[in-house]
Each structure stands twice: as C-alpha cells, then as structure tokens.
C-alpha cells in the first residue's frame, strides 16, 4: 500500500470515527453528548495509533465506567474531587510503560463529561446507561476499526511494552498529578466554569512530567500552543461564514489533530490544534471568542498551580536525585 493511500484510508477512519459518535448520539436522543463522544472516539483512535487496540479498548472501557461516577459527582465538589485525584493516581502509573501521552485525551473526556456535559437532574439509570453504553460503544468501534486498519500497515505495527520509569517515580508522579487536582477541581465546580473549568484541570495534565526538571519545556510549549490556537478561533470567527456549522472545522482540525499526533509532531504544534478542535466543539454560535478567551483565562490558572507544584516539588527530586546517585 502506498503512503498517499495509507494516508488517505486513514484520514476516512478518522472521519468516519469523529462523525459516526455525534449522530449516534442524536439518535439515541443524547445530542448534549455528541462532543464528549466525538473527542471520546479521538481519543480511542489516537490510543489506537500509539498503544494498540488492546490497550485503546481497556482505556475506552475504563472511560465508560467511569462517566457514571463522574455524572453522579457534578454537583459534589468532594467526590469529584476524589474521582479527579483518582483519575490523576492512574495517568501517572501509566507513564510506567510511558502510556500517559497515549491515554491522556482519554482524561480529556473524562473532564468534558465532569464539567461540561449538560443532563437533566436527578440524573435517571437509564440516562446513565445509555452515556456509559455510548461511550464504550465509541471507543470499541473506533479502536477495532483502527486497529484493522492497522493490520494493513505493517510499519505502523507496535513495539512491546517496555519499562521507562520505576513503581517509586510512577506513583510520585501520580501523586504530583493529584495535588494538582485536589487544587484545580474545587475551583472549577465550585464556580461552575463548566468549559473554562475543563481547561483548569486539564492543564496541569498536560505540563507535568514524571521529573520535574523535564516539566519547564512542556510548559513554555502548552503556553505557546494554547495562545496560537486561541488566535487561531479567533482567525476562524472572523473566516468562517456565520451559517456554518462549528462541528464541521471541528471535525476537519480533528483530523489534522490526528495525523499531527500520528506523526509525533511538534508539541506546541499538537497543542494549538488540539485547544482549536475542542473550543470549536464547545462553542455554540455566537460564543465562539468568548468560549476562545475563556480558555486563554484557564490556561493561565491552570500553568502558574502546575508551575507552583513544580517549584515546590523540584528541591525534593533534587535532593532523591542526589541520594541515588552517591
């Protein structure tokens, strides 16, 4: 199969997986839905892609499990609070086997359904279970469909797992994700920032590492990539014909979020399409800019926690270091 062909039948998956979700959603009368379950089944693709389509259907099963805690929380900062450090403790165990890159949109989804996702209260089982069946069916569809395509690609195939981080540095990393969490969950709910709250807690996700030292990197190219993509909406909203549809250059940046990631491209070049694609599947008519200005506001919350975390972790790591080495 040649490159231009592969890189077509692939992009036609990635379409496929970002539509079929949303109108599924509207069907089975969920249309508040449809973006967690579009950027649910983003997220299962782009596991799919680093991981392996074993891995990306456990991550999509856990992501279905936990949506129903994470509805049932909505209105209690404790429990989650409790869900979000929990959530924290398992990312960083996956970086483990480095795994956390690949699973992190994942957590994204989770946040979105946390924050973001719109029911009718009291929440009934049977709307819960229609939530979690629709997000297990998202993911399992698109990372069996994926991991065909896979098949076909051989030179896509996956490495074995292999270890990069000791058990000690993994859940001291789990545990640095967590402080972060109990930090930036109360101030989301609490307020009820709802999309603003979303990029609150995630933001801290993105810019830690599992060592310190490694954390000041990512985080200049989180702070770069999130003002490139807020100009970005902004170039959009100006752009873009007041009668189309925002799902559509959602969904077209999606793509591009996709093959970017794919590629293992630049980070800040990853972050500026990533923030683009998930303002635009927030964002209603007409809020646009300020859904885009609302997210440089997180953003910037959400690095100065994730740099006070760092600065306080970093003597302690130092002085680890130190020991270990004499």
């Not at 989770?110 to 049977?126: F, K, Y």
């Not at 000791?166 to 999309?195: F, K, Q």
């Not at 809020?287 to 972790?313: C, E, F, P, W, Y």
Request: with cysteine; glycine share 6%.
């Amino acid at each position: 199969m040649s490159r231009r062909v592969r890189l077509g039948l692939q992009v036609v998956i990635g379409l496929v997986c970002l539509v079929v979700p949303g109108l599924l959603a509207r069907h089975l009368g969920l249309p508040a839905a449809a973006p967690v379950l579009s950027l649910a089944s983003l997220a299962a693709l782009v596991a799919c892609v680093r991981v392996g389509w074993r891995q990306a259907l456990a991550g999509g099963a856990a992501l279905a499990l936990l949506s129903v805690p994470a509805v049932l929380s909505q209105n209690n900062v404790v429990a989650a609070t409790a869900l979000m450090a929990m959530t924290a403790v398992l990312l960083g165990l996956a970086v483990r086997w480095q795994q956390q890159p690949a699973y992190w949109l994942l957590g994204v989804s989770l946040i979105m359904v946390l924050t973001t996702l719109p029911l009718p209260q009291p929440v009934s089982t049977g709307l819960l279970a229609r939530l979690a069946g629709l997000l297990l069916l998202s993911c399992a569809l698109t990372t069996l469909v994926q991991g065909w395509f896979m098949t076909l690609v051989p030179a896509n195939a996956q490495p074995a797992m292999a270890v990069q981080h000791s058990w000690r540095r993994s859940l001291a990393y789990g545990a640095l994700l967590a402080v972060t969490a109990l930090l930036t969950t109360p101030i989301a709910l609490a307020h009820h920032w709802h999309t603003t709250g979303l990029w609150l807690i995630l933001t801290p996700f993105v810019v830690l590492r599992p060592f310190v030292k490694e954390g000041w990197k990512p985080t200049l190219h989180r702070s770069l990539g999130s003002i490139a993509g807020v100009l970005l909406v902004h170039l959009l909203a100006l752009a873009l014909p007041p009668a189309l549809p925002l799902q559509i250059p959602a969904i077209a940046l999606g793509l591009v979020t996709v093959l970017v990631a794919i590629r293992h491209g630049h980070p800040a070049l990853f972050v500026l399409l990533l923030t683009a694609t998930i303002v635009l599947f927030n964002s209603q008519d007409g809020t646009l800019l300020l859904m885009a200005d609302k997210r440089l506001q997180a953003n910037a919350i959400g690095i100065a926690i994730a740099i006070g975390v760092m600065a306080l972790a970093d003597p302690s790591e130092r002085a680890l270091l130190r020991r270990q080495r004499s």
